[in-house]
């Protein structure tokens, strides 16, 4: 026998009264054109010390989308603090529905780890982060960080400033092909948006 529940109209739908607080609590996404948007994470991307949850590497910012080259593309970054390194993810834009191996790598470009990530029926404007086995990162030191993407498939963002929680961003990065390999260093201070990663602090 199915029990009642109470629903309550917001706007023109009817939702159950014991989701709403959860409704409105939810931290909306915000785009604004022109300058660095800011994402929501489909994995808690809060903490990051302290023994808390991890945090989100990349935090905002993005230039404009396109699909245009096969190859990896991404950014080289120096690391501020010691981390350990929990999951890796992509930003989804609205319409990917393919996966995409993204890879963390030595400043050498030797694969450090990868991770594939689904894109499709993931949120747009959101990343898509997924568990891998914890790797260490040390402060002070310099690695790569890039998506492969295949040309005339699905969207990701060109080269722009984007802002980092713990590190700085160093130049944006590509390469025609999967590491290992050789990266030709683009844009100074500046990330092709795609490619993530959440940490913890030790």
Known sequence: MLRRRKFIKQGALFVPALFLPRLM???PTVRRPGIAGTYNHSMPASGGGGGGGPAAFI???????????????GCKFTASANMTVTALGRLVLSGNTHTHVVFLCTAGGTIITSQTIPTSGITADTYNFVSITPVSLSSGTSYYLVSHEDS???SWYDQA???TSTGTIN????AGSDPPVIFTNDAAGECF?????QYTIP
């Not at 948006?193 to 990663?197: A, D, E, K, Q, S």
Request: no cysteine; net charge negative.
């Open 152 to 154: 005339g498939l699905d």
């Open 171 to 174: 130049n944006s990065a590509h």
């Open 59 to 73: 935090v905002s910012g993005h230039g404009t989308s396109r699909n245009n080259f096969t190859g990896v593309v």
């Open 25 to 27: 609590d939810a931290t």
């Open 161 to 163: 400033a984007v802002t």
């Open 193 to 197: 948006v795609n490619p993530n990663f």
